[in-house]
């Protein structure tokens, strides 16, 4: 019923720019908060930056400053602009939103599928 998917991932050099995308469509109500994880190898899923509705920001320490989250609601799209490259940001990358469906009260996560993104030293 719901999807959330990201584009904008691949390969780039240490110090190089990327931005995602990730577009929620389907029987969506409404859309609370939308977030980006990652997920290196060998490591746990980690919170790389969220944004509410109303457009609060919130960010990993290890991109603060770096990295900008930003959304546009008529979309139902997040956005993440990865600026200052690090090798340490290899990861795959992960949309979330948490929202409610059409005829739905409950309010639950959605999961991209996941975009791959390297960075080259």
């Known amino acids: 019923q719901v999807q959330l998917v990201e584009s904008g991932g691949g390969l780039v050099q240490a110090g190089g720019s990327l931005r995602l995308s990730c577009a929620a469509s389907?029987?969506?109500?409404?859309?609370?908060?939308m977030g980006w994880y990652r997920q290196a190898p060998g490591k746990q899923r980690e919170l790389v930056a969220s944004?509410?509705?109303?457009?609060?920001?919130n960010y990993a320490d290890s991109v603060n400053g770096r990295f900008t989250i930003s959304r546009d609601n008529a979309k139902n799209t997040v956005y993440l602009q990865m600026n200052s490259l690090k090798p340490e940001d290899t990861a795959v990358y992960y949309c979330?939103?948490?929202?409610?469906?059409?005829?739905?009260?409950?309010?639950?996560?959605?999961w991209g599928q996941g975009t791959q993104i390297t960075v080259s030293s």
């Open positions: 979330n939103a948490d929202l409610r469906t059409v005829r739905s009260y409950k309010w639950n996560d959605y």
């Open positions: 389907g029987r969506i109500h409404s859309i609370n908060a």
């Open positions: 944004i509410t509705g109303g457009g609060s920001t």
